[in-house]
Nanobody
Framework: QVQLVESGGGLVQAGGSLRLACAAS????????MAWFRQAPGKEREFVAA????????NYADSVKGRFTISRDNAKNTLYLEMNSLKPEDTAVYYC????????????????????WGQGTQVTVSS
């Protein structure tokens, strides 16, 4: 059974940091591109960051570039998102997702290409 379980969300003040984790099971994690998406209240879910299976290429939304870092540990079947300099507009439910698309040097951004999803973890940034 495929499972993606996010953790690490919480309440933080603006300018603070959080580290999200996504534990994967039930599929060969090392074969999949992985990504983080987020959905703020009343808004569509949006792309945040993605990483190839090999960690060779990372792709970020412009809104988080320079503040967030995506990484993975294939030995631990875990994806991470280090979030620094958090802003109130980063408040959202954060989801991790897995995709068989892309390759060693390309990673998809489109939500439709991600087939496995976690339940999400809430991140709230207070001003």
């Amino acid at each position: 059974q495929v499972q993606l379980v996010e953790s690490g969300g919480g309440l933080v003040q603006a300018g603070g940091s959080l580290r999200l984790a996504c534990a994967a099971s039930g599929f060969y994690f090392s074969d999949y591109a992985m990504a983080w998406f987020r959905q703020a209240p009343g808004k569509e879910r949006e792309f945040v960051a993605a990483l190839t299976w090999s960690s060779d290429v990372a792709n970020y939304a412009d809104s988080v570039k320079g503040r967030f870092t995506i990484s993975r540990d294939n030995a631990k079947n875990t994806l991470y998102l280090e979030m620094n300099s958090l802003k109130p507009e980063d408040t959202a439910v954060y989801y991790c997702a897995a995709s068989r698309s892309g390759g060693r040097y390309s990673v998809p951004r489109a939500e439709s290409l991600y087939v496995n999803w976690g339940q999400g973890t809430q991140v709230t940034v207070s001003s």
